[in-house]
């Protein structure tokens, strides 16, 4: 970002693609010249300083010359340091959007190159044209089809630290970049109109507060989450579902267009540790979506009404169009001379009355006759017309065929709704509702199997425990309201609510005491052995141990008679989630992904045993470090035994902002995943990964890492360590979410209660990086130095088996992106022996991956994230050594803790954030 040498210069030396090249100098001199504008020449030369002898120090690997810039950072005063930060962030943000521009505009030049012979790669035409190669006959790809069922789920975690004010500045930037990307280019006056445009955005950028003066309330997220939802999602899932049709009919001759793909959400129920989340507030969330829903609805049968101006007198209109035109009249009353007006025009007709029913709904939707059923029968009705009046071409026209297809997908509710809540607060309900119900005065003490046998007793007993009449707690009084709240939204709508799901489940009865409370608000019952209820239970297994213990309990709730009922009224379906954060943060990276594999593998196994039709919801994070990565590579990875094409993953925090945010990439993401969900469902043969020894090996190498892992984090002296040394104080009192970071206290972080989420996100921030990584080191070494023929196992693994290989990318990224030398300068705000104990971990895990994949340097065989790596290295440090100066500061001189110097920590926060384009 200097004159003497810009990022374009430096983006040259990287081999960065022109397109790319001219935007990352653009974004540089912009910035360069609104710092000049707003801060001074001074502070403007400043910055280029710092970033000349961080490149230097960078590019020569000169580790002293950081050492050096420490001193000159520090005898800056405030103001310069917050204007650094400034600059940087919106440098970085601008950066992202670029590169994210980069992708489009490469694969929109792949798109254009595609052919039925040649699909792209990833495409979902690439994923039949394989299956018809590998000779798929018809009934075996409609049944494949068939199963396909995908649920991305948007959760509200505290990840997405930008304020929607500043992503809105972003996006109109990123409208003004795209410009200068178009086909046709610009003319030299429309071309300086824009580049001054973008200037005034960036001005306007810094100058607006990165962090929100006040935390983000439920309200808030549930609205992030609906703009998503309402926009790129709403604009994309058609065409994926059309992307599939037109594939099967290009390949097979198959007419398919069935709704595989639904988008749920956690935003405004999930209520596990975040006391804002109120029956109230779920409530209100559902209003909202449904209302959100509707008014794009409403939106697009205007749109239709304009373009459907078909004339009776031109055309013989259908029977059946008039038929209903009539039964409409005795059902709702339109304005006299709208029926005057259009009585020559029924399709307008029709559609008016479609928008008078629809805007009767939504302003009363407990009374209102019209339902989604009725809307997909008139969107239907209207085609068959167009068809039957000799306009065929119109009966698929694509403004009503994608309407058709968002009235299956969406409903009127949006999104389904999950309810999350903690088995230890469903159980201490249940324990109050027993002694109340004079059924049990000590339940909590009971033994496991003795809770079983009352909870199904109760079950069975048609009597509530308490009905209406109890005096219950406040905790007992809020559950049972969010019950009866479920009960009522799913009598009028039961796809509104999704699942009911259990976290830390770790027994039978903490899935009996769900079914218990459904019973008790009369959404659950069994008459005659036979159940009737809309409520799916979802345990979630999130510990190491829980994770290993899953399929013995999931056996045991197979063989219970009474759950049985439960599944039996359920279709036979049983959802598992799987939490990939806890168990990280619990065992370590390897640990974590190997007891997940074993897992899925396990429960599929015991599923199938007892015919029940499963799907796995995994509950990913945006980080490698809490199981994120390349969605589709990582359904490759899934094991034999549990590829169904049936896939449940939630969306978190900023992954939804770079996913979503545009209709290109969101597309592009789904479609990958579809392409991979296919080939997977179908390819049921055994990898190398099956064999005994090489599952034996990565047996040893997880319990290794695991012991790696567990005795730095249980050391007694690290947990004050990573207090000192992270910004984890900051990063707790950040205003980023409703949800507190710690399951116990907003003010009191100890490691049992925080929340995995902050952890990955303070490690992120000091470039350790270590949950992405750490113990598998000193594992692998001590296989490779015991025995002969491990290193030789290790590079056949990665070679052969999905699984593996997906560990080990994962891992190499997060290595790539580790800066040791950096992290150092934290280490010095807290002096022991720490850092020396992770970066000889480092560098163990770091050998051992060159060997494994035989590459000289980390992410040779991905050369453009190693190149944005490289280029966003230099000035991320700057914003690092920014940020311990701020936290030495903050530790040594108490007195200037001030609002300003948290805030400029906040700012160092965000700006680290968009530079590593992760967060937790």
């Known amino acids: 970002m200097t004159d003497k040498e810009t990022t374009a210069s430096v983006g040259r030396t990287l081999g960065i693609t022109k397109p790319l090249r001219y935007k990352l100098d653009l974004i540089g001199r912009l910035v360069r010249q609104v710092v000049r504008q707003q801060a001074g020449i001074e502070t403007a030369r400043m910055i280029e300083d710092l970033m000349d002898l961080c490149e230097a120090a960078s590019h020569s690997n000169q580790w002293r010359s950081h050492t050096n810039l420490q001193p000159r950072i520090a005898d800056l005063d405030l103001d310069q340091l917050v204007w650094i930060c400034r600059a940087f962030t919106a440098f970085f943000h601008m950066v992202n959007e670029a590169e994210r521009q980069e992708i489009i505009r490469i694969n929109r030049l792949a798109a254009q190159k595609e052919t039925s012979e040649s699909p792209r790669k990833g495409s979902i035409l690439e994923a039949i044209h394989l299956l018809k190669q590998q000779g798929l006959s018809e009934d075996e790809i409609r049944l494949l089809v068939q199963e396909l069922d995908i649920e991305p789920t948007l959760t509200a975690h505290p990840t997405e630290v930008r304020r929607g004010t500043i992503l809105l500045k972003q996006d109109r930037i990123a409208e003004l970049l795209q410009r200068l990307s178009q086909d046709r280019p610009l003319s030299d006056r429309d071309m300086a109109r824009t580049i001054d445009h973008i200037a005034h955005e960036v001005a306007l950028l810094l100058v607006t507060d990165d962090v929100r003066p006040d935390r983000l309330r439920v309200h808030d997220e549930v609205n992030n989450g609906i703009y998503y939802q309402t926009h790129a999602i709403w604009e994309t899932l058609p065409r994926i579902i059309d992307d599939l049709s037109e594939a099967l009919s290009t390949y097979y ?134 068809a039957d009046c000799g306009l065929e071409a119109l009966s698929s026209y694509q403004s009503l065929s994608n309407l058709t297809i968002r009235s299956r997908v969406f409903g009127f509710h949006l999104a389904a709704l999950d309810i999350r809540q903690h088995s230890q607060v469903n159980g201490a309900v249940i324990a109050e509702l027993l002694a109340l119900g004079g059924v049990s005065e000590n339940y909590p003490t009971l033994s496991e199997s003795e809770k079983v046998y009352l909870l199904e007793k109760e079950l069975a007993n048609p ?86 213990e899953a399929a013995s309990l999931m056996e045991a709730l197979y063989k219970n008679a009474l759950y049985r009922r439960h599944l039996s009224a359920r279709g036979d379906f049983q959802e598992i989630m799987l939490g990939y954060s ?53 359904i490759f ?273 965000n700006g680290i954030a968009a530079a590593m384009q992760s967060t937790g």
């Open 463 to 548: 009597r509530p425990l308490c009905g209406e009449l109890g005096d219950f707690s406040d905790q007992t009084t809020e559950l049972l309201n969010v019950f009866k709240l479920m009960r009522r939204v799913m009598n009028k709508d039961e796809q509104a609510i999704g699942a009911y799901i259990v976290s830390m489940t770790h027994s039978v009865s903490d899935l009996l005491e769900v079914l218990l409370l459904a019973k008790e608000v009369g959404m659950w019952r069994m008459k005659n052995d036979v159940v009737t209820t809309p409520l799916d239970v979802v345990p979630l297994f999130e510990t190491i141990e829980d994770l290993q």
């Open 253 to 386: 001759n198959i007419n398919d267009s069935s709704p595989f793909l639904r988008f749920r959400s956690w935003i405004g129920g999930d209520r596990d540790g975040n006391p804002f989340v109120t029956h109230d507030i779920t409530a209100q969330t559902l209003d909202a979506q449904r209302n959100a829903a509707l008014d794009n609805y409403r939106k697009s049968i205007e749109a239709l009404w304009k373009e459907l101006s078909i004339s009776s007198l031109r055309v013989a209109v259908p029977h059946a169009l008039m038929e209903n035109i009539k039964r409409e009249a005795g059902t709702i009353a339109l304005d006299p001379d709208k029926l005057h007006r259009y009585r020559f025009e029924p399709f307008r007709l029709k559609i008016a009355y479609m928008l008078a029913h629809l805007k009767q709904f939504q302003a009363d939707p407990d009374n209102s006759i019209y339902s989604i059923s009725q809307f997909r029968n008139d969107l239907t009705l209207l085609q068959n017309s167009l």
């Open 637 to 909: 990875a899934i094991p034999i035994q549990s590829r169904s094409g049936r896939i449940r993953f939630t969306e978190q925090g900023e992954v939804i902002s770079f996913r979503y945010a545009r209709p290109f990439i969101a597309r592009r993401h789904l479609e990958q995943i579809v392409n991979a969900l296919l080939l997977t469902a179908h390819d049921k043969e055994c990898d190398v990964g099956c064999s005994p020894p090489m599952q034996a090996l990565m047996e040893r190498i997880a319990i290794q890492s695991m012991q790696a892992y567990r005795k730095l984090i249980d050391d007694p002296t690290f947990w004050p360590w990573y207090k000192q040394l992270t910004p984890i104080e900051h990063i707790g009192n950040l205003p980023i979410a409703s949800r507190p970071v710690s399951r116990v206290s907003a003010s009191e972080v100890r490691f049992d209660d925080l929340r995995a989420i902050p952890w990955v996100f303070s490690w992120t921030q000091t470039r350790y990086n270590l949950p992405g990584w750490y113990g598998a080191g000193t594992a692998i070494e001590e296989e490779i130095k015991n025995d002969a023929q491990a290193l030789e196992q290790l590079q056949s693994m990665w070679q052969s088996w999905p699984f593996f290989r997906t560990v080990i990318e994962n891992v190499q990224l997060e290595l790539a992106r580790t800066r040791i030398e950096i992290a150092q300068a934290y280490s010095g705000l807290s002096q022991d022996r720490f850092h020396d104990i992770i970066a000889a971990e480092f560098e163990k895990i770091q050998s051992a991956v060159l060997k494994i994949t035989g590459q000289e340097k980390l992410l040779d065989n991905h050369i453009a994230i190693q190149q944005s790596i490289v280029l966003r290295n230099p000035y991320t440090d700057v914003l690092n050594l920014i940020q311990v100066e701020l936290l030495r500061r903050w530790a040594e001189h108490p007195e200037e803790q001030s609002m300003p110097l948290r805030q400029a920590l906040f700012l160092s926060i």
């Open 582 to 634: 806890d168990s990280n943060k619990d065992g370590g990276f390897w640990m974590a992904n190997w007891a997940l594999h074993k897992g899925q593998e396990n429960l599929s196994e015991v599923g199938l045993k007892n015919n029940i039709k499963m799907r796995f919801f995994h509950g990913r994070g945006g980080s490698v470090g809490r199981g994120g990565g390349r969605a589709n590579q990582a």
